[in-house]
């Protein structure tokens, strides 16, 4: 097992150093240059070649990405171009903000989607599955910004019993909460109800009511319990998704968020936010893939020996 997390971590070491060259070459190649949307045109070239200095943008790529590696790791983001704010300031201002709008948006569509999911294969093919299948379908197909829209016109504009924007209140959460979860609900209901009828299709399973055990002790003991090791892969590989999703929705509903910030750095060709945010979407999309790896690997022997890792 140890032998399996040490290769799973230099593995995921190795690709958030390919994501960090990627993330620097993609904001290296962007059209434009961020030192003209800064300074007005009145300005001489001499200050913008002062400037263009004092952010390192007069060196060679190559040295320009060793230098921001050199800084990441001592754990400095940089300095934002166009608020002069360090970016761990701003990053620790907002990230706790998306993590709470998201952390909350997660939390809740677990508690629902799982509990409706198993419902639904216990109930396979009567009026409650295709009721919440056919629900499903339909929200999963609906953009998370259109929803948040509509939500908008509908109970901020039209009924006005909410508020259309900020984060200052309980009543603040419901709206873009909503617009999160309803999209990632049914995905989740979906893939809970899959598992568990495979699972109930298993020996076991009719082994358990042989023996006289009361059907919702072997749902919640026996079905449950093992259907929920593809769902907590899918949960743990949702999470940098839920993350990146609230840029948009952070943005139609004026969250100070981080998601919002990297909109407004991607407007103002801010590149310093720009590679902090984007590379820490990316490390935490790869910490959650050897979390999600390894929890797995414990829950099911098979899946540590099919991956390689038979119990090194």
């Known amino acids: 097992m140890a032998g399996y997390i040490t290769k799973r971590l230099v593995q995921g070491i190795m690709l958030v150093f390919v994501v960090s060259i990627l993330v620097f070459a993609m904001m290296d190649m962007m059209p434009g240059d961020p030192i003209e949307l800064?300074?007005?045109r009145k300005v001489t070239?001499?200050?913008?070649?002062?400037l263009r200095a004092q952010y390192g943008l007069d060196q060679p790529p190559v040295k320009r990405y060793f230098n921001w590696v050199n800084d990441v790791l001592h754990g400095d983001f940089g300095t934002s171009i166009r608020t002069k704010m360090k970016v761990n300031t701003m990053l620790a201002q907002r990230l706790p903000i998306t993590i709470k709008l998201t952390g909350t948006a997660l939390l809740i569509e677990l508690l629902i989607a799982i509990p409706i999911g198993l419902l639904a294969a216990y109930k396979k093919d009567g009026f409650f599955d295709r009721l919440i299948m056919s629900t499903s379908v339909f929200f999963a197909a609906l953009p998370s910004f259109w929803v948040a829209v509509m939500l908008i016109l509908i109970f901020g504009v039209t009924l006005r019993v909410l508020p259309l924007s900020g984060f200052s209140g309980v009543k603040h959460y419901v709206l873009p909460i909503t617009a999160m979860v309803l999209g990632g609900i049914a995905t989740t209901i979906r893939m809970t109800k899959t598992e568990v009828l495979d699972v109930l299709r298993e020996k076991y399973i009719l082994t358990a009511y042989a023996k006289g055990l009361p059907k919702r002790k072997v749902l919640v003991r026996h079905v449950l319990r093992n259907a929920l090791i593809?769902?907590?892969?899918?949960?743990?590989?949702?999470?940098?998704?839920?993350?990146?999703?609230?840029?948009?929705?952070?943005?139609?509903?004026?969250?100070?968020?981080?998601g919002n910030m990297l909109t407004e750095a991607i407007l103002n060709q801010d590149f310093t936010i720009v590679q902090a945010c984007v590379l820490l979407i990316s490390i935490?999309?790869?910490?959650?893939?050897?979390?999600?790896?390894?929890?797995?690997a414990i829950l099911d022997p098979?899946?540590?020996?099919?991956?390689?890792?038979?119990?090194r």
């Open 302 to 311: 098979r899946i540590r020996i099919s991956l390689g890792g038979e119990g």
């Open 284 to 296: 935490l999309t790869v910490v959650c893939n050897i979390v999600c790896d390894v929890i797995t």
């Open 45 to 50: 070239d001499e200050v913008k070649d002062r």
């Open 230 to 258: 593809l769902v907590t892969i899918m949960v743990f590989l949702n999470i940098p998704w839920v993350i990146s999703g609230a840029v948009i929705i952070e943005r139609i509903f004026v969250i100070p968020g981080m």
């Open 38 to 40: 800064l300074t007005d």
